[in-house]
């Protein structure tokens, strides 16, 4: 059973769907997973991955969205050339505050899921949160998002003002600039619950080496 379920930040409106379980029923608390998308993707990668429709066959209550500019195919308010991953971050806040205003949401019991892009904007976002959530699960988290800024621009004064690209996708400027200098291994510091990992070991791209480093200095 899904529905959708639109969310606002600020003015700015988020598309959303919950699915539920087959045998719902008002008045009960479930277990909820919130599930952010990757880079240049939408909410529809879980969808079509089945993804949101497992969780509902094991009980829980799973919520995909699209960040505001997520991609061209975003069904958000906002522009593509504005998305950050600070943007992302603030959107997964104003998420997590809409699965807590629900009276089916168990607050024991809120987790967050996120691939790539959304695994890195999960991460931080469960470093703000820490105690409004049970656990987390990061699928070839994007922490590599940094270095990929620096050695595409090796000094701050290297990013153009215009034709800015991000993975070899044209971006806004504020792309790289949100995401220079962030301290990813600090940034994600301060979760203390379960958080699972999943990693390629032979990931050329979201390399594992990151995910080792979290293993060991954070997680």
Same mark, same amino acid.
């Given at each position: 059973?899904? %529905?959708?379920?639109?969310?606002?930040?600020?003015?700015? &409106?988020?598309?959303? !769907?919950?699915?539920?379980?087959?045998?719902? !029923?008002? /008045?009960?608390?479930?277990? %909820?997973?919130?599930?952010?998308? $990757?880079?240049?993707?939408?909410?529809?990668?879980?969808?079509?991955?089945?993804?949101?429709?497992?969780?509902?066959?094991?009980?829980?209550?799973?919520?995909?969205?699209?960040?505001?500019?997520?991609? &061209?195919?975003?069904?958000?308010?906002?522009?593509?050339?504005?998305?950050?991953? *600070?943007?992302?971050?603030?959107? +997964?806040?104003?998420? *997590?505050?809409?699965?807590?205003? &629900?009276?089916?949401?168990?607050? !024991?019991?809120?987790?967050?899921?996120?691939?790539?892009?959304?695994?890195?904007?999960?991460?931080?976002?469960?470093?703000?949160?820490?105690? !409004? *959530?049970? $656990?987390?699960?990061? +699928?070839?988290?994007?922490?590599?998002?940094?270095?990929?800024?620096?050695? @595409?621009? =090796?000094?701050?004064? @290297?990013? =153009?003002?215009?034709?800015?690209?991000?993975?070899?996708? =044209?971006?806004?400027?504020?792309?790289?600039? @949100?995401?220079?200098?962030?301290? %990813?291994?600090?940034?994600?510091? /301060?979760?203390?619950? @379960? %958080? *699972?990992?999943?990693?390629?070991?032979?990931?050329?791209?979201?390399?594992?080496?990151?995910?080792?480093?979290?293993?060991? &200095?954070?997680?």
């Amino acid at each position: 059973i899904s %529905v959708v379920s639109w969310c606002m930040n600020g003015e700015e &409106k988020i598309y959303g !769907e919950f699915y539920y379980p087959s045998d719902f !029923e008002e /008045g009960q608390q479930y277990p %909820v997973v919130i599930m952010s998308h $990757g880079f240049m993707s939408t909410h529809a990668g879980y969808e079509k991955g089945e993804w949101a429709q497992m969780l509902a066959q094991q009980g829980y209550i799973g919520y995909i969205y699209d960040y505001r500019g997520g991609s &061209k195919m975003s069904r958000s308010d906002g522009a593509f050339e504005d998305m950050t991953v *600070l943007t992302a971050v603030s959107d +997964l806040n104003a998420v *997590l505050d809409l699965v807590e205003s &629900k009276d089916f949401c168990d607050p !024991e019991n809120i987790y967050l899921f996120g691939s790539s892009m959304g695994g890195f904007v999960a991460a931080m976002t469960a470093a703000q949160r820490n105690d !409004e *959530l049970a $656990g987390m699960i990061l +699928l070839y988290p994007g922490f590599f998002a940094v270095d990929a800024a620096h050695g @595409d621009y =090796p000094t701050f004064e @290297d990013i =153009p003002e215009e034709g800015v690209t991000a993975f070899g996708q =044209p971006v806004g400027r504020k792309f790289i600039t @949100d995401v220079y200098n962030i301290d %990813v291994m600090e940034a994600i510091s /301060g979760f203390t619950k @379960d %958080v *699972l990992m999943i990693q390629g070991m032979n990931d050329a791209y979201c390399g594992a080496e990151y995910v080792m480093e979290a293993l060991d &200095k954070v997680y």
